[in-house]
T-cell receptor, first 113, second 111 residues
């Protein structure tokens, strides 16, 4: 079975540019999570969707970050405008239900110059 | 955000040695998960624990859910070079969907 799919795997962009990260959760999973990983702060939950509806976005750093889940098989995380401090690895994870085990994608390594 | 206390932060061991790492929290958790992350990849689930006192094995890996529900440990027996990576614990507090992640244990195995 295919796991969580993320694209792109690597993204290098210049400050001020818009960045869009994509995620396809495991088929049949109802919950989707976006995380950010940095050396300083570890894994941080940014936003959580249940049945395509954003439930908790309290971890989103600021208004420059937005996330959508238009259907059960696709989600995006957008940063506009991007800043160098946004450089990190962004992971998408999905689970069968919101309290079940989360399965992670391979991540997108974002570098903002 | 909130993080668990995970120790040790890093370990250098000889191939064949056993490894032990643990996570502790001031909060009670309903679930403990252990993940391994290889360089450039996402965390991969190793073991999931759902009951206090539960002891679960996955090959050379053994993990336990502490009786107090505030801690968990992971043991790796007879380490091999491919065990290299970062190991994370994750705990799920009662009544929430969120998992809180440990800071990770970086394991290096010397052949």
């Amino acid at each position: 079975d295919a796991g969580v799919i993320q694209s792109p795997r690597h993204e290098v962009t210049e400050m001020g540019q818009e960045v869009t990260l994509r995620c396809k959760p495991i088929s049949g999973h109802n919950s989707l999570f976006w995380y950010r990983q940095t050396m300083m702060r570890g894994l941080e939950l940014l936003i959580y969707f249940n049945n395509n509806v954003p439930i908790d976005d309290s971890g989103m750093p600021e208004d420059r970050f937005s996330a959508k889940m238009p259907n059960a098989s696709f989600s995006t995380l957008k940063i506009q405008p991007s800043e160098p401090r946004d450089s990190a690895v962004y992971f998408c994870a999905s689970s069968l239900a919101d309290r079940d085990t989360q399965y992670f994608g391979p991540g997108t390594r974002l570098t903002v110059l | 955000g909130q993080q668990l206390n995970q120790s040790p932060q890093s370990m250098f061991i000889q191939e064949g040695e056993d490894v032990s790492m643990n996570c502790t929290s001031s909060s009670i958790f309903n679930t403990w998960l252990w993940y391994k992350q290889d360089p450039g990849e996402g965390p991969v689930l190793l073991i999931a624990l759902y009951k206090a006192g539960e002891l679960t094995s996955n090959g050379r890996l053994t993990a336990q859910f502490g009786i107090t529900r505030k801690d968990s440990f992971l043991n790796i027996s007879a380490s091999i070079p491919s065990d290299v990576g970062i190991y994370f614990c994750a705990g799920q507090p009662s009544g929430t969907y969120k998992y809180i992640f440990g800071t990770g244990t970086r394991l290096k195995v010397l052949a």
